[in-house]
Structure formats: structure tokens, C-alpha cells
């Protein structure tokens, strides 16, 4: 178990709900704080193809990776593989707050790693979802509607949980969320 004297913040939620662009934007208004940090993930994919800010590796550079013990948290998902990388554990222990995009799938795993981490669960109405979903073009309505069906089933809960709520402008959504990292940390 590691201890850590900084806290992980953990930020979730399904496709659509806004997380990539939450945390650009925490991060442009957090940039000069030096106890606040947005480790970029490692992804088994092509380079530049937008969302965020990522390593693209492939996938036998990211299993050599994972063999090495180069990641702090990693997960598959949706064909691809994630990675948060191992150097949060030095900002933990510096006392730095790390906020992480994470999967779902992940939270167990580093609630029993990272005690005292946050988890803050960015959900969206249907409604909402369902436009930025269209608007970004990249699923077919079919899939589209296994998405929204996918958010409808899934609930985040737990003593360490905090939901946001992402129906608004950016700019509101981005204020609440760097409210909720000050206000956390």
C-alpha cells in the first residue's frame, strides 16, 4: 500500500460528459500553482488525434512499459490502453495534489493503492450528453444510444465520491470543478 501525503483526485464520468475539457481548463487556471499537478496519460494511440493532451505509444512499448512498472494505475479500454504514469508517487509524496482522467473500471484498484484519494464524478442529463455526442461526430447514433445507456446504468458512489454536474457553459463547469480542487485538497 502506498501512503502518500499529497491526495489523487480521480476524474471519471462517461463519454461526452466534458472531462477533457474540465481539465484543460483546471489546468490553465491552476498553472501556476505548483501543488496542483495534471500528469499527461500514456495512450496506445496515434499521435494528435485530439481529446487531450497524451503520450501515444504503441501497444508493445505500453506492455513493456506496464512490465517495467512504469505506471502508477493502466487499464484497457475500448481497444486502447491507458496509463497514468508511476512519477505521481513522487508528487504525492511532495504533498502535490494529482488530478488523473481515469476509467471507471480503475477506482477500486487505486482506492486500495492511493488511500484518502477523491474521486470527483462528472455526469451530465442525458439530453446534454446525447448533443455532445453528436457534435463530436466520432460514434454512430447507434452507438450513440449504447453510450447514453451505459451513463444511465452506472452509478459512482462512496464516502470518497463528489459529483459535478457538467449541464452548463464550460466556463461554469470549469469554475465548479477548480472550486471543488481547491476546496479538496
Known sequence: MTVSQGR?????????????????????????????????RVVTRAPGLG???????????FAAMAARGDFALHWPAHGLHYGIPASIDADLAAGRQVVVNVS???????????PGLLVLAINASPDVLRK???ARGRETAD??????????????????VVQLNNDGPLAEGIAAFVGLLEKCG
Request: hydrophobic share 40%; proline share 4%; net charge negative.
Open 51 to 61: 481529446g487531450e493532451d497524451y503520450i501515444a505509444v504503441s501497444e508493445a512499448d
Open 143 to 160: 452507438e450513440i444510444e449504447e453510450r447514453l445507456q451505459r451513463a444511465a446504468a452506472y452509478r459512482l458512489d462512496g464516502p470518497d
Open 8 to 40: 489523487l483526485v480521480l476524474v471519471t464520468g462517461p463519454s461526452g460528459v466534458g472531462k477533457d475539457s474540465l481539465l484543460d481548463g483546471a489546468h490553465a487556471a491552476l498553472r501556476d500553482r505548483a501543488d496542483i499537478v495534471f500528469p499527461r
Open 132 to 134: 455532445r455526442l453528436q
Open 104 to 114: 471507471r473500471a480503475v477506482i477500486d484498484a487505486a482506492r486500495l493503492k492511493y
